[in-house]
């Protein structure tokens, strides 16, 4: 079984519009050739034709079974009619969680002004994801991403189950501290390269996520995810299998920590 995290569905190119259904297609169709199972589709921050918003996405989706959603939320853009639809589609169990772009907009973790949004979170009893580390565009600002600020949001709310992605790359070890302080605190392994890894970059984040499991003890918060399309999901297997863990700790990674905290039904998936 494997479950990826961290998907999308935009098209970051931006040489042609790519319709919604051809992105979807795409990669189901790589799911299929690298037998993943399941994957989470992160709607991104902000809306055009190159990235479909969370209602076009869930609508999109609805005859996937192997597919969910985590709704992109804007800091900068959301609204109460935002509120009110991810919400409703949070009670209709049609988003899995909420993702965040610190970095990509100029906020940290713990500003009020997502207090809304973090309450719901914990009332639908669903994880909050943030962007973390290096952004994919150069006008991003990285004080922004840095996994240190988690901790703030984890502390004042308790309840409120939070991922790191891309374990807060390049700074993995700020990351390592604050998934081992906070109970509350997961950390997805995705983005760490782009396209597939050559030998010595997956030679150092071999050694990076290695050492962070022997710092921050047994897996039950790190998470598989690729960030497709950006990165290659079968270099990513690649990655995966060169990790010195024994094999049920690869699983816990691989998808028995994402299917508890995301309540994905694996046992409806090969129905």
């Not at 192997?66 to 900068?76: H, M, Q, T």
């Amino acid at each position: 079984m494997i479950i990826d995290v961290h998907t999308h569905i935009n098209n970051y190119h931006e040489e042609r519009v790519t319709s919604i259904n051809e992105s979807l297609d795409l990669l189901v169709k790589t799911m299929e050739e690298n037998q993943i199972d399941y994957s989470l589709v992160l709607s991104s921050y902000k809306v055009n034709e190159h990235r479909p918003s969370t209602k076009r996405v869930v609508e999109a989706i609805a005859d996937r079974k192997n597919l969910g959603v985590v709704a992109g939320v804007s800091y900068l853009h959301h609204n109460h009619r935002d509120l009110r639809e991810i919400s409703e589609f949070l009670d209709d169990g049609l988003v899995k969680g909420l993702k965040f772009y610190p970095g990509y907009e100029p906020f940290y973790p713990n500003n009020e002004r997502l207090k809304v949004w973090y309450d719901m979170a914990i009332a639908y009893d669903v994880p909050v994801m943030f962007h973390s580390g290096d952004t994919y565009a150069p006008r991003g600002k990285v004080k922004y991403s840095h996994p240190i600020h988690h901790d703030d949001l984890a502390v004042d709310y308790p309840e409120l189950k939070i991922v790191i992605c891309h374990v807060g790359n390049p700074w993995i070890k700020d990351c390592m501290e604050v998934v081992y302080k906070n109970d509350n605190v997961y950390a997805d392994i995705s983005g760490l390269t782009l396209g597939d890894f050559n030998d010595k970059f997956e030679r150092y984040m071999k050694s990076e996520i290695e050492e962070m499991i022997t710092y921050a003890g047994d897996p039950k918060y790190l998470l598989y995810g690729t960030d497709w399309p950006i990165c290659n999901m079968d270099s990513y297997l690649k990655f995966m299998k060169h990790l010195e863990l024994p094999l049920d700790k690869k699983e816990l990674i691989l998808w028995k920590n994402a299917a508890e905290l995301f309540k994905i039904d694996v046992g409806k998936l090969h129905l």
